[in-house]
């Protein structure tokens, strides 16, 4: 029988389970959630992997590989000045840009990775909570582009998540 490689709270770090006591957070089959889906359960088997072969390299070395591996971006390009609702208006302008995947999927697997770091080691690097943040907010501004109930729970899982992020 193969080991579930997912995100199990009994399993997770106890630091984790005490910040973390949401339990849409522990939902692996949800896709509003940070492992819920395709690309944040891959994060977060991408990220044990990673840690395996790099277990004191900082949380922020496997982010920037994540972004320019799937993002095609430089880690200094990840920041704040893409999340605006404004700037993803003017990519979702753009035919040929694809933002399930330079926007879904390249954050999902940033929230994945770093609230990954969470539950397994009852940490987030200092370092990395910025990008973490980045992905957050322009998920939250991306889903706020197109109102529906679904958005608005998405939503309300990422504040849930900003708000870990700090206290993590």
């Known amino acids: 029988m193969e080991e579930f490689n997912g995100i199990i709270k009994e399993n997770a770090h106890p630091r984790a389970q005490d910040l973390v006591p949401h339990d849409f957070f522990w939902d692996y089959l949800d896709e509003l959630t940070p492992f819920g889906s395709d690309e944040g359960h891959n994060a977060l088997v991408q990220f044990r992997e990673w840690r395996k072969d790099n277990p004191e390299t900082p949380l922020a070395d496997c982010l920037s590989w994540m972004i320019a591996g799937i993002g095609d971006l430089k880690a200094s390009d990840y920041n704040d000045a893409i999340t605006t609702p404004e700037y993803i208006s003017k990519q979702l302008e753009d035919d040929e840009f694809d933002d399930d995947y330079f926007i879904y999927t390249l954050d999902a697997y940033v929230i994945g990775v770093g609230f990954g770091q969470l ?16 992905a957050l907010s322009r998920q939250a501004n991306w889903a706020g582009l197109d109102d529906n109930e679904i958005n608005r729970e998405y939503i309300g899982n990422i504040k849930i998540l900003q708000a870990i992020l700090i206290q993590a």
């Open 119 to 134: 539950a397994d080691e009852g940490k987030i690097d200092e370092e990395a909570k910025p990008i973490i943040s980045t």
